[in-house]
Structures are given as C-alpha cells and as structure tokens.
C-alpha cells in the first residue's frame, strides 16, 4: 500500500517540473510573435519598464518586512524556543516563491501585450491564441511553482524532522509547512495592496482629469496618465492576482494536508495518515495536468466571433473540471483513503460551489442582468443614485454567495464526516478538501483569468499606437471576454478563501497544541480531567480555553476582528484616494505647464505619473498590511488562544462578506458604464455617462484594492496566528 | 432588608408618573406659544397632517405583522406548549407603549416646529427654549412609559407566576418581560426601516432636482417635495428614533434584569435575586428624575450665542450625569448588592464608555476637525473621490468605537465579576448594568437629540413662510447645535445596542434552558455527567450544545448573521434608492405640467409628493423587517442553538461595525457640505459643493436609514430568537 502512496506523490514533484516546462515552451512561443510597429514597440517597452521599476520599489519593502519577520522567527525557534527550527526557512521560501510568480506572470504579461494587440490586427482568434497562452504561462508558473515548493519542502522536513514518533512527526511536518504559507500570504498581501494602489490610483486619476475634464477618451495617448494606468494592471491585476492565487493555492494543499495529519494521529493510522496528507497534494497535481489538457482544447475557428470565443474558454475549463472529478475518485480509492467516496463527494462539492459563486458573480455584475441594468438606469438620475444603488445591489448581493458557502461547507464537512456531525476532524478535512478541489484547476482557470489584463493592454496598446478602430474593438472584444471569466475566477477565489480559512481555524488548535507539548505542558485539565496534551481532542482544547460564544473574551476578538476588516478597508481605499489626489494634480500640472499635450504636438511625462503611483503605493501599502500582521500576535498576547479565535472568525466573517460585497459592487459599476458606452441611456458623453463614470470611479479600489484584500487579510491573519501560536500558547495577560 | 427592596422599587412607577406628568406640562405650555403667521400655520399644518397620515400607514401594516406574531405566540403558549401564556399579552404592549411613544413625540413635534420659528423671530434663545423642552416631552415620554410598562408587567406577573419555587418564579418573569421588549423591537425597526426610507426618499428626491437640477435653495416652497422632505424629518427622526430609543432603553433594563435574576438561582440567594433585578429598574427612574433636574438647568440669559447654547445643554446633561454617577453607588449599596462597589464601577464604566463613542464620532463627523475637512477637500477632484474618501474614512473611524467597547465591556465585565473570568454570571450582569448606566439618563439626552429635527423643520417653515434671512440664521444655529448633539446622541444609542445585545446572548441560553424544562427535559448530558437542567450553568449549555467556534454550525451560523447585517443595509438602500427615484419622477413631471411653480405663482401639489414617499416607505419596510424576524427562526429549526448562538454573534460583530461605518460616513458627507456651504472650497453653487451634495446624498440613507435600523436589527433578531426559544429547544434538523 505505501508503494502506491509513494509512487502517487512523486506525481506531485514530476507534475511541477512539467507544468514550469510548459510554461516556458508557451512563453518562447509567445516571445516569437512579432511586437508591432515601432510604436508599439516602444509603448511596450514604456509599461514593462514601469512595471519593474514598481516591482523593484515594491520588492525593497517586502524584503524589509521579510528580514523583520525572519529574526523574530528566527527569536522564536532558537532563542525563546517557541517554535521549530524550520519555521524560518520555510517562511522565506513561501514569500520567494510567492514573489517570484507574480513576476514571472508580469514579465510575461508585459511582453505578451503588444503582440496581443498586433495578432489580433489580423484576427480576433489569434489575438486570443497570444493572449491566453501568455495567461496560461502565469497559471502554470503559479501551481508548478507551489507544487515545487511544497513538495520540495516535505522531502526536505521527511527526512530531518524526527520526533521518535511517526504520527507526531507528520504533523510537526505539515504545520511547518503552513508557515511557508504565511511567507506566501505575506507577500501576496503587499503585492495586492501595493499592486492594487498603483493601479486604481493611475486609473481613478487617469479618469478623472482625462475623461471628465478634458474629455479625451480611455488610453488616450494625450494623457499623461495612460501609461502608469497600463503598467498599473500589469502590477496589480498580474503580479497581484499571481502571489494572491499562488498563496490560495498552496494554502488550501497546506491546510489540508495539515488536517489530514491530525485526523489520524492514533496509533496504527499512520497509513491512513500520509494518504491523507498526500491526497491534496495528489489532486493539485492531477488537476494541474488537466489544466495543461484543457489549455490545449482552447482553439477556434479563423471567422470566430466573440460567442465561440467564449465557448472555446469553457470548453478547455469544463474538460479540466469534469475529468478531475473522475479521476480524483480513483484517486482517493487508490491511496485507500479512509471513507473515500464522502471525501470525493467533498471535492465534488468544492468544484460546485466555485462554480455556483462564479454564477452568482456574473449575474450581480454582468450587463447583461437586472442588477446592473437597473444601476445604470440610476445614471439617470445623477451620480447619487448611482452610487447608492450600486451599494445597495453589492450588499445585497452577498446573501447568495454566503449561503451558497454555507451550503457547501456544511455538505463537505458532512460527506467527508460520514453524515456524522461529531466526527470532527474527517469533516473539517472535508472542508480542506472541498477548497482543494475548487482550485485544483487553477492552471487553467487562472489562465482565463489573467488573459483579461494582457488584453486589456493590448487595447491600451493598440489605442496608442493609432491601430485604428476595427484592432481596438477586437481587443475591446477580448478584454470583455475575460471580465467574463474573470467573474468566475473570482468566484473560486473568494470561495476557496472561506473554505482554507475554516480549515486553517483547525490547524491553529494543532499548533497550540505543539506549542504546549514544547513547553512542557503535556497534560490539561478539561473540566474535572486530566488529559494527555498530545491526544486531547479540538473539543478538549475548546473546553479548555473556554472558546464559546459566552466567553468575553471570544467576543471581544471577534469585535475586532470585524472592525479589522473595516479598517484594512478603509486604509486602501484612503491610500487610493490619497494617491489618485496626487495624481490628479500631477496630470492637471502637465496640461497646464507643458504646451502642446492636448493637441498631439508634445508628448507627455509619462514617466512622472508612473513614479507618483510607485512612491503613492510604497508608501501607502505598510500600515495596512503590518496591521494584518500585529493585529493577530497583540490579540494573542492580551486575551489569549480564545480572544484569538474570535478574532479570526471575526474577521472570517465580516470580511468575507464585505469582499463579496465590494467586488459586485465594484464589477456592477464597472460594466454598468461599459454598458452605456455600448449605446443605453444616452450613451458616451451624455450627462448619464458621467453618472456611470463617477460610479466606476468609486468601484475600482473597491474591486481591485480592498476587496481582493481582503482574501489575503483573512488568511494571513489566520496565518500568523497559527505561526505565533507557540508565544500565545505560553500565556496571555487576560 | 425587604423593606428597603420594596420602597425602592416604587421610584419606578412613582417616576414614570412623574416623568409623563412633566412631559404633559412641557407640552401644554408649548402649545400656549403662537404659532406665528397664516402661512406659518398653513405650512405647519399640511407637515402634521402629511406626518399623521403616514403613520397611520405605517401602524396598519404593523398591526397586521402584529396580529401575525400575536397568533403564532398563541399557538406557542397554548397549543404547543412551547412559551408561556403571558408572552402574547406582553408582547402587545411592548409594540403598543413603543409606538405610543414615537406618536406622542411626532405630535409634539409637529406643534412645535412653526412655534420654535416663531418664537426664534424674537431670539435665539426664546427659539432654543421652545424646541428644548419639546424635545424633552419626547424625552419623558419615551422614558416614562418605559418604566411604566416595566413596573406595571412586574407587578402583574409577579401576582400570577408562581412555579412553587420563589428563584425560579423571578427567571420566568424577567425572561417573560423580556417579550415585551420583543414587541418594541418590533415595532421599532418598522418604524425606523418605515420612517428613514421615507424622510430619506422625499429628502434626496427633493435635494436631487430642487437644488442640482432647478437651482433652488432647500426648503424652498416651490419645491414640490418640500413638505414631503419636512414630514420626514418627523416620521424618521421623531417618531422612528423615538420608537428606537424606547426599545434601547426598556431593552437594557430588562436584559439585565434577566441577568440579575439568572445570576442568582441559588437557594437562599432570592433576596438577593430581587436586588439584581431591581438594580437596573431603579437606575433608570433615578435618572429620569435627574434628567428632569437637568432639563430645568438648560437656561441661557437673551443675548445668547451659539456657544453659550451648547454649553448650556451641556450643562445639563452632564449635571444629571454626575449626579447618577453618585448616587447609583448609594442605590446599590442600599440594595445590599453582591460586590456593589464593583457593579457600581461598571455603570461608570458604561456611562464613560457611551460619552467616548460620543466624542470619537463627534471627531468624525464634524467639520471642525481633520477627517470632514479631508472629504470637504476632495471635493475639489470630483464627486467619486468624495465618495472614495467618505467610505475609505467611515470604515477607519470604526476603530475607535469598537475599542472603546471592547475595552468597556472587559471593564464592565471585570469590575462586575470581581475582577474574576470565571464569575460569568456577574460579569454579564456587569455588562447589562453598563448598558443601563449608559443610557440612565436617556430623558435628557433624548432631550437634546430629539430637537434637532425639531429645529430643522423650524427652518423649514422660516424658509418657505418667508421669514427672512435673519430667522434662518438663527433656526440654522439650533439646528447646527443639534447635529453636535446627535452625535453624542448616536454613541449612546450605538454603544449601549452593543453591550444590550451582549447581555442578551445569556438569556437566550436561559430560555432556552426554560425550554427544556418545559419540555420535560430535566437532566441534559455534559461530557459524561448528567446535569439537572434547572441548575446547569451558562458553562454546562455552552459544552452541552457544543457552542464552540469549532462547530460548523456555529460558523455558519456567524456566516449568516453577517451576511444578513449586508442584506438588510442593502435593501434598505434599495429601498431608498427607488423611492427617490419615484419622487424625482415626480418633482420633474410637476416642473414640466403644472406652469407657474418656479416663478412661484402656482403652488406646486404638496401632497401627491407626501403621498409617494408614503407609499414607497410602506412598499419596502415589509421585506428587510420580515427578514430579521424570520432569520432566527429559520437558523434555529436548521441549526439549532449552537447556529442561532453563531447568528447573533455573527450579526452582532458585523452589524455593529457596519453600523458605525455607516453613521460616521453620512455624518461627516452631511458636514463637508455644510462646510463647503459656509464658504470653503468654493462655496455655494460651485463644482466642489455639487460634489459634495453627491456625498451627502449618498449619505443620506448611511446614516438615517440604514444605519441606525441596525441598532435594532441586532437586537431585534436576539430578542425573537429569545421569544423562540422554546421552539429551538424542542429540536432541529442538524
């Protein structure tokens, strides 16, 4: 039986080598492409050099933060002796691999632009042939990456990491491995925020001052904004989603896996217990190579239209999707896992719930709906209506995702916990798992998803260089394609986001009780017994600390963990405002100062824009995030594991919500305006555009700075928690 | 020692007498004053006629929900036997006295606002005096009637409950009290819900093509929405506050009543008990009769200014404060009260807690300092950075009243319990003393609150009667007065919605345990032992339903409870939204038919615009305030306790931090406006105040409809599940 475990998992290190080798064949082949006229060449190379300079910029800071974080890790494992001694290796990794995504996804997405918008001079297809394989280079980079990572890392720790005890060591195993999380969640979180300032501060100020003051259209070549707004996508809608979606990826494997290894903790389960730690590792890989299957299924016809555009992009993801489900049955037969059929149908029930929230995406921001209809009929009435429909459709809008969520969650905890609801550990496992299976095609998808940006600079692009009107529509085309797509990929975002951090809520217990067993507490007393540390159970300790929902303490953190979702909320959208206030002005000062901008004669500083959004985002992007951070170690500190976990749940909740929330709003807005730019209620330029601009305004940091936040927030937060554990578990002041 | 108990608790009826005696006065000598010009009588009479015709409105559909909620508790107590007879009966009079309350304080109103116009023709103060006190019938009749329904019920139930056991006797009547608040809860939100998309639909219909599109002033008679606009203030911050405050109040007193009671079921303790829950009882009616020693001291000599006005509010409102401080310590110490130095310590607690939340928001929202003056800045690129930078500031300012109330109720709690986490019972008592403390003074504060709209419809009729510049400045200075107020106002409101609401959680779990009982459930199983239901502790329930945060079902019960905080801001912005849009409509169609309006030779049809708002309020208070009656239900028959523990906690965080965003986000939009219309940025009629009325437009419905309804969504949703207690006990299907 191990031969069959071990020959699956050496899938896990083999489907990495192979999904970073496809990635590199698709990128030389996209790098063949021909880049354009001169000019295009040269706006090319305007964004690409921006966007590294920001990454450069934004790098400095990380790595400070990362230096910080390491020496305290470093207190924590070798001084303090409150944590093991891989902690901050594996923490670093997690972070290099994380950034190291994002920037493989950028350069990529940076060359991929120009040559986007010349392929699609000749036809729609080939636009997208360019675009989607450049956005399947990132996808692929993101799960190869991940899969390397942590199959590297439990090589490495299997044969160091050696308690005397093989169950034991397996969990010392997989909770280590979740700091490599916390590397990666730190990273995506700055890349977000970071990414997610420059980007909406170029765009709102671009906006802003080009389209309503000076009445040029979007990537006008006259404003001085346009390239920053470019490179902007690439930062914060690449690089960004890139370490967001690498940290969702290797989480939900970490936590599970982590899960898998305490379900089985009792003697003679050790088989049991490496299957379970495996199977999500398996699944990713498996899906992993599916993707590269289903990349492959994305052709069309030469005469294609935008509809068998569409189709050819849900033939490739569906074919992922269905054969996972196929094979992940046998898979889960063939490592024996314990009661298999209710953990597949938990997988099951994670793909159906991301695709049921990607649904319900679409239909709250897509035009082609009552909500946003009804929004941008609003526009007729003013801004203000528009702006208060908006929130109130966005909040609305909330009441389907989460009950679809607490469908899923309760069926995949059920399924996996065989329709036992004391059987706890299975079915918090069936919840890992379930968030496993809704991104164990994330190769793909994420291609879907990250092709949109790489099309929407093409536009850029190609409006310009002076393309002229059919290239810019067929680009136009392609970036509405991928808003599409990109609802569904949200939707498995922010689904898998919920799901991990559940789970995640589990493996904060373990570590606690690792930290205990470290300082020497290895009995607690529950109630009137007493009872080894070692195998009490996540009850005993709820017991034990009191984590109810009578208990102060418990509420007191789950207080502020709401409000630290509203905070990190508020601190972006400041940040956006703040930074896009700097911009407005700079752009209004190149109008004002430098003769000839509006009429073509003179170009632009573009480069003065591009530096204002760097230095706005570097500074802007700290508080929030060393929040995130602080927040969980002082609640820790103050009330205890049980304070803890009413902070994480706190924020859990509140801010899965709110994501929600900010992000329909946030797409309803945006495609509100492109929905009468398209011709309704008056069309461009009438009073009711300017109505839907100021609400697009108002959505982008909603939908690309705070919103997509917030995913990052919940789970580094639960992330630190969990890599502190062993400082809370040795006391708290209340 | 009885002796004293008993002579104590007379103060509660004595006071509620007194307290409406002096409201009756306060009202008859306000009715002597003139109500100045013809016109000034005609326009104040079609505003009480269009207010009284709403509510009767409002009531016809509150009745029917009542009649509904009336014979589903019948078959409850009668035929499933599942609560107890007396809830039906209490239930009634808790909407009856609830809504009695926000009618008096509207009639009042409505008589008051062309007198205190009137009366401002001669002075600022003779202005400030007549919409004072008219404020304070409000005041005391909300507080008297309170303290009448509560001592009336007690005396009632306390000659006809009798279990046999004296402890048990007084668990079941401060637990049936508790219906009573149900039924103001109930009536509450209507009214709120009802009243706020009401005042906000004629307000932002008449701000949106009176003053944006016509150029107009507010206020000004030919705007057809004017009176609409007027009635609204009146039926939303009346009677809506008046009905919400009503419920905050008898609330606080009753949850900790319930407290007292439940924290001391030991033999031998019952003279005791009666002290606990007398305590909260005698508090209120001491400081509603300092309230009225307060409101006597708010006097200024003629020539007053603004400032000696504010400080003269202030001067009562803070002698009543200071004097409760004292001799609340005086009141507990002769009942004999367990720890009575500590519970004493809480009430301080609380009362410092509700005026620190009353100075953050005050920082906040007003004009005077650094956050409003930033918004009022934006203004100047454009209404979507007044809106990014109004949200962005609304979700940062969350922060200090979430940490005022977390360090507050750990105070409270601590101070209560003798400085003891496992002294549960007392801590929680704590809690609900703090919330008593907070709000004891209410009979002033309300006071002073419940002017301001009283001021604001003043300057209506000053306005559209013609009275000239002068009687606007200094209706204006009122009015300005009552917004610093509110705010302070808004944080005793808010804060003590919050610890209320905490107090609550530990009376479901003692309905829930009175369930049981009921049920024939007399032992429940705790780990391995058996427990006697009537003596099992909060600890044992807690452990017996499994409310841990590791339970699924708690969760996704917080899950839900979040969610639905969203869901109900959202359809009442909704709400708002297309009621507004329905009064645009209709300004513009009485523009265009109806000739002669704007040059005022035609007056323009008044009621029809009162008639929409009617109809759009009654169309949509239906939906959102059915919701938060049917959530708990639904959750408890799914989920059973451990969900419904999950949902309050979940709507309670969430709701709360939302809440606060919403209040503060509206309030400083409200006041960058009025800033930029004393003259900065620009001043009246340019770009940066068209901006700015898109913020506070927006504002609006945060803060006077959405907003505040959350107070009492949150309690209102504990307060059924309390009611439906019985039925969770007997089962659910999870």
């Known amino acids: 039986m191990l031969g069959v475990q071990n020959i699956l998992f050496w899938i896990v290190p083999a489907t990495a080598i192979i999904a970073l080798a496809f990635a590199w064949m698709f990128f030389k082949q996209m790098m063949k492409k021909s880049e354009g006229t001169p000019k ?7 964004v690409r050099k921006g966007a590294m300079a920001y990454l450069k910029q934004q790098y400095k800071i990380v790595i400070i933060v990362f230096i910080v974080l390491t020496i305290l890790f470093v207190l924590m494992a070798f001084v303090w002796n409150v944590q093991n001694t891989w902690v901050p290796f594996a923490f670093l990794t997690g972070g290099f691999f994380s950034g190291l995504a994002g920037f493989f996804g950028m350069k990529t997405a940076t060359y991929a632009s120009a040559r986007t918008a010349n392929a699609a001079r000749d036809s729609l297809n080939k636009g997208l042939q360019v675009a989607f394989r450049s956005g399947a280079v990132m996808g692929l980079v993101v799960v190869g990456l991940a899969l390397l990572d942590i199959s590297a890392w439990y090589i490495v720790l299997n044969i160091f990491i050696d308690s005397g005890d093989k169950a034991h060591n397996m969990a010392i195993i997989t909770t280590t491995m979740l700091t490599f999380g916390m590397g990666a969640s730190t990273q995506a979180l700055f890349a977000r925020v970071g990414g997610g300032i420059f980007t909406k501060a170029a765009d709102v100020g671009a906006d802003l001052v080009g389209k309503i003051e000076a009445g040029i259209p979007e990537d006008d070549p006259r404003n001085p904004a346009t390239i920053a707004d470019n490179v902007g996508d690439n930062v914060g809608d690449v690089a960004g989603m890139g370490a967001d979606l690498y940290e969702s990826y290797a989480g939900s494997i970490l936590a599970t896996a982590a899960l898998g290894a305490a379900a089985f903790m009792k003697p003679g389960e050790t088989n049991m217990q490496v299957s379970a730690v495996f199977a999500p590792m398996i699944i990713g890989a498996v899906g992993t190579l599916l993707s590269i299957v289903g990349i492959f299924a994305v052709k069309t016809k030469e005469n294609a239209t935008q509809k068998t555009l569409l189709s050819a992009l849900g033939r490739g993801t569906n074919l992922s999707s269905i054969l996972i489900m196929i094979l992940s049955f046998f898979i889960l037969k063939a490592l024996g896992i314990q009661n298999y059929v209710g953990v597949w149908m938990s997988i099951i029930v994670g793909l159906i719930t991301g695709w049921a929230i990607g649904k ?57 916990a065989g329709w036992d609801f004391a059987n706890m550990s299975m079915g918090l496992y069936g919840i890992g798992i379930a968030a496993v299976g809704m991104l164990s095609t994330l190769g793909i998808t994420l291609a879907t998803d990250a092709y949109g940006p790489i099309a929407d600079n ?53 570590e606690i009780k690792i930290g205990l067993i470290r300082l020497g ?21 709820m017991t034990y600390y009191d984590v109810t929902l009578m208990n102060p303490k418990v509420l007191m953190g789950m207080f502020i963990g709401a409000m630290m979702a ?44 591009v530096e204002i959004s760097t230095k706005g985002a570097q500074r802007e992007m700290l508080l929030p995030s060393l929040l995130a951070i602080i927040t969980p170690i002082v609640v820790g500190l103050i009330f205890g594991v049980s304070g803890v976990m009413g902070l994480l749940t706190g924020v859990l909740s509140s801010g899965f919500v709110l994501a929600i929330f900010m992000a329909n709003a946030g797409g309803s807005w945006d495609n509100a305006k492109k929905y009468i730019e398209a011709g309704a209620h008056g069309g461009k330029g009438s009073e009711a555009h300017k109505a839907a601009i100021v609400g ?3 959505g982008d940091p909603f939908k690309d700075t705070s919103g997509p936040s917030l995913n990052i927030l919940i789970k580094l937060m639960t992330m630190v928690a969990i890599v502190m554990a062993g400082l809370t578990a040795a006391g708290s002041l209340l």
């Open 40 to 46: 295009m060449i040269a706006i090319a190379e305007h």
């Open 521 to 541: 507490e290895t009995t607690i007393h529950v109630e009137e017994k007493i009872i080894p540390t070692a195998t009490a159970t996540l009850s005993d300790f």
């Open 458 to 510: 093409a536009g850029g692009n190609a409006e310009m260089a002076g393309l002229g009107e059919e290239v810019r529509k067929r680009t136009d085309a392609l970036d509405s394609l991928g808003n599409t797509t990109a609802a569904t990929g949200k939707g498995f975002a922010i689904g898998s986001a919920a799901l991990t951090a559940l789970a995640l809520l589990a493996s904060y217990i373990e």
């Open 566 to 609: 509203f905070v990190f909320c508020g601190l972006t959208m400041n940040a956006v405002g703040r930074a896009a206030s700097a911009m407005v002005d700079e752009v209004r000062r190149q109008f004002r100062e430098i003769k000839g901008i509006l009429t073509g004669e003179t170009e632009p500083d573009y480069a003065r824009c």
């Open 696 to 698: 697009d305004t108002v």
């Open 360 to 416: 319900e995406t679409e239909y709250f921001t897509s035009a082609a709906y009552k909500p946003t209809r009804n929004i941008a009929k609003q526009t007729e009435t003013g801004a203000a209506t528009v702006i208060i429909n908006g929130i109130g459709t966005g909040m609305l809008s909330t009441a389907f995702p989460v009950l679809t969520i607490v469908v899923g969650t309760i069926l995949a905890y059920l399924a996996s």
